[in-house]
């Protein structure tokens, strides 16, 4: 566990990579679509560089959880799953214990808050509604749209229309409808996305 004093994030970037290599590539991934929905709204720079570091550190609470339950290529167990549930509060907790408050408070919206549904069935708080941030609001769709590109353990990846197709639907209950029009704009044609990373 890091020491309990303020780090530059350099160093956090840095073990974060030596302890969940999978963890922050997939956050690579994230970063780079909220850079492009940060700059679809024509955002200023230093809130880009907000967006960006929001999505490579926002399952940053992962290097809290086993090893074993992230590669798991099988069902979790209930309490398996709790464990995983608390990725969130222990990444805003990480976070605070590595950077100083006033690099770490712009940033604990996106690692405690992705897991919310506007159908209140997220985790930690189970907030109803759409009193999101849309900025957190898009990283869970950002969020869940490289999960499924990617190759999961569990599952081979999707192609894109399916993963397009799954957050219309989940649009209203998992996902923010506007979050998700919005996503699909910035993401552009079908036709014009390149394959799934490796
Ligand atoms: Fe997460």
Not at 32 to 42: N, R, T, W
Not at 47 to 74: F, I
Not at 138 to 163: F, H, I, T
């Amino acid at each position: 566990m890091p020491a309990a004093r303020p780090h530059p994030l350099p160093g956090l970037l840095a073990w974060f990579a030596r302890e969940r290599p999978q963890v922050l590539a997939h956050g690579k991934r994230v970063a780079a679509l909220m850079e492009m929905l940060a700059e679809e709204l024509g955002l200023p720079p230093a809130e880009r560089e907000r967006w960006r570091l929001g999505g490579l550190l926002h399952d940053l609470g992962k290097a809290w959880v086993p090893r074993r339950l992230l590669q798991a290529d099988r069902r979790l167990s209930p309490r398996e799953r709790q464990c995983l549930a608390r990725h969130p509060e222990a990444g805003a907790a990480l976070l605070q214990r590595w950077l100083a408050p006033e690099l770490a408070a712009p940033l604990l919206p996106f690692l405690l808050l992705h897991h919310e549904r506007p159908d209140g069935r997220g985790y930690p708080f189970g907030l109803k509604g759409s009193g999101l941030p849309l900025e957190v609001a898009l990283l869970s769709v950002a969020d869940a749209y490289a999960a499924m590109r990617e190759r999961r353990p569990y599952a081979a990846p999707r192609s894109e229309q399916a993963a397009r197709s799954e957050l219309q639907a989940g649009a209203g209950e998992q996902f923010h409808p506007r979050a998700v029009a919005l996503f699909l704009r910035a993401l552009g044609p079908a036709a014009s996305r390149p394959s799934p990373a490796p």
